[in-house]
């Protein structure tokens, strides 16, 4: 019977309660607001299969990335609709190549109540709601049984998540039609501080909230981002992602993370997705120029299949190879777990406590940040970037 610290290492991938075949594990909300499995002891049957499949169980070389793995730089060549992306949307422009074709796409969307979960889809009108950095951890236990389904349909299947959840996927399903991509991730956080912080915009607009968008491009572009909700009332409330919304920050200032994230084994190419995506944070001004600071992705190509993925959309994308280190350098959760913030603990207890993250004191309140809010709002960062590129070119 699987049993270690769950509130500690697992990583609520659901694999165990899928595989199990007496149904005797559940998945369950702990204190944090994490799933986490709990075991009927008297259905159990002792088989073992739950820890043979853990990803937290299993053994791992260390977070490399192999000399074969290609990286790349990306950006789109055709710019439209480019807010709904938060690099360059390198999933969906592969999702509607395999949903044309008549094949399947699984990734994270909002549901009806402002719950981050992964669905399976061939509905082209999905795309563009999975589409978008939910920045909260996703439920994808609904997923396997359809994934299964499609797969023994001989059916394609695209899925994108984060490395643990394909990890999870990819010990679940060994199919030639599995194609997967994972996302750079640097932790998920908390679904229950989303809700209560998602409940209380909710009261101050007086609205259902139907759209969150964390990374929103449409004011400051890419490398600046805004958050955005929309409510049911069309009402809309914008806000600097890391410097004026007190949940993105408190993400940003690595709070509210599972546990399992700061020790996460599915860095590099562990998690062995197809192909990783992430932002080029650090790329050069000549890039962003080239662009339009509308998203730059990068791109780890990790299997044949990886190769054969982007050659797909070879038309869509341009993709440069000279940006292998500085990728790697500015990138730090490509390769390495994100740092555990010690005041964690104290932030998850008065959470527990308040249900408000506002009333956490959180670094925005010092100086330094209100200073930093204020220049971005002056678009002074943009700026300097400018001149810099004038300067050299
Ligand atoms: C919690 C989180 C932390 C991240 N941290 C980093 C980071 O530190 N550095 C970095 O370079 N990139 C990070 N990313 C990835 C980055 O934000 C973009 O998703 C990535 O660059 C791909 O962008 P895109 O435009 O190609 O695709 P997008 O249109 O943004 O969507 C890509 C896919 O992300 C998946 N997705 C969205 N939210 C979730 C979720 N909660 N759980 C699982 N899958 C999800 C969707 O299924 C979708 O298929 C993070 C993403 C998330 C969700």
Redo the contacts with the bound molecule.
Sequence with gaps: MIDFEFDKHCYGCSLCKYKCPKNAIEMAYNAEGFLIPVIDKEKCIECGLCEKICPHLNELKNNTINDEDEILAAYRKDMRNYT?????????EL?KKFVSSGDF?????WDENMK?K?IVTNDIKNIEK?????????D?QEIYTSVDKILKENKKVL????PC?IAAIKKAFNSENLYT?A???????SPKVWEIYKQKLEEKEKSKMIDAN??YKGKYGWITPYTKYDFKNKSSVSKLSFTEDAYVIA?GEDLLHRNSCYNCKYKGTNSNADII?????GCSSKLLKKSHNK?I??VIVHTEKGKEMLELISNEFVFIKDYKENILKE????LNP?KYNPKREVFYEEFKRNNDIEKFNLSTNTLKYKIKKVLYKLYFFELIKRIIYKFKH
């Design positions: 709904k992306y938060t690099s360059s949307g390198i999933f969906s999702a796409v699984a990734g994270c969307v981050a992964h999975i589409a978008g950095s939910k920045y909260v951890q996703s994808i899925i994108c998540g984060t959840q991509i996302i750079v991730c640097h932790g998920t956080p964390f990374r993400f995506i992430g932002d080029y944070w998203g992705s990068a990138n730090n959760p490509i994100v």
